[in-house]
């Protein structure tokens, strides 16, 4: 399968818990699907069909830190007198009260994403937006753009991403995290969550330790990037994962 490639790295970033709204903002240590659909749009320049994108990563960081942050608190209200100098009417309440929050932040993250079909990769090479990953002011850097033919392989090794929760049966080196899998931007926003296996250390598929088989479920085969470094015999596995539930199917 060939597929869109690009590294990205900057200085920090930040994947915010959607159900914290003030006291300490806590942040996801592996970027959500919905964050990275965001991330491809943005480097595409419009909302593309999510219905057959399939989204692959790699993502690790230095350390992490918190930083304290000063919130301005705005209500909204009802159309009244002009702004001040402008025609633009005062549907906010200001001086609202302010206050200082703990941010939890990553530390130099490293960002490798595979994108499938392969047909973004001049949009990557020139992005239409600034490049960003997760808050507004996360810049990024794209050091490497590039085209991989992903391979076939019956085994793999995987480290430092998200697998699917039907494979909870067989990853046993992991942790289950519930996180935003697509927001839709034309239902008001409407995010949709679904629940992930989180595998930071890295873990091979031929090993009764990290993986478990079963001789009538599991993927028969693994998508590798032949370009990864090769550890003990494998290749690093690339699980491309769906933006909809109804594009899931079956394992392969």
Request: net charge neutral; proline share 8%; glycine share 6%.
């Amino acid at each position: 399968m060939r597929v869109t490639r690009v590294e990205v790295e900057g200085p920090t970033t930040s994947f915010r818990y959607p159900h914290f709204l003030v006291g300490r903002q806590p942040t996801y240590e592996m970027p959500p699907l919905a964050t990275l659909y965001g991330h491809i749009c943005s480097a595409v320049g419009e909302w593309l069909d999510p219905s057959g994108l399939r989204i692959g990563f790699r993502f690790t960081y230095t350390a992490k830190a918190d930083d304290k942050e000063q919130i301005h608190i705005i209500t909204a209200s009802a159309p009244r007198a002009k702004l001040p100098g402008t025609d633009m009417p005062a549907n906010v309440e200001t001086g609202a009260p302010q206050s200082i929050q703990i941010r939890e932040y990553l530390f130099e993250p490293r960002l490798t994403l595979y994108v499938a079909p392969a047909e973004w990769t001049e949009a990557f090479r020139q992005p239409r937006y600034t490049v960003i990953l997760g808050r507004s002011q996360d810049l990024m850097t794209y050091t490497r753009v590039s085209e991989v033919e992903l391979v076939e392989a019956a085994d793999a090794y995987y480290e430092h991403t998200l697998l699917p929760w039907a494979l909870r049966p067989h990853v046993l080196r992991c942790r289950t995290e519930l996180l935003p899998r697509f927001v839709d931007y034309a239902n008001r926003r409407q995010p949709h969550f679904a629940r992930y296996l989180v595998v930071k250390e890295r873990i091979f598929t031929n090993e009764g330790e990290h993986w478990l088989r079963y001789a009538d479920r599991g993927p028969k085969a693994h998508w590798v990037d032949p370009e990864s470094p090769e550890v003990r015999g494998l290749r690093r596995g690339v699980w491309l994962h769906s933006l909809l539930e109804s594009d899931d199917g079956d394992l392969p």
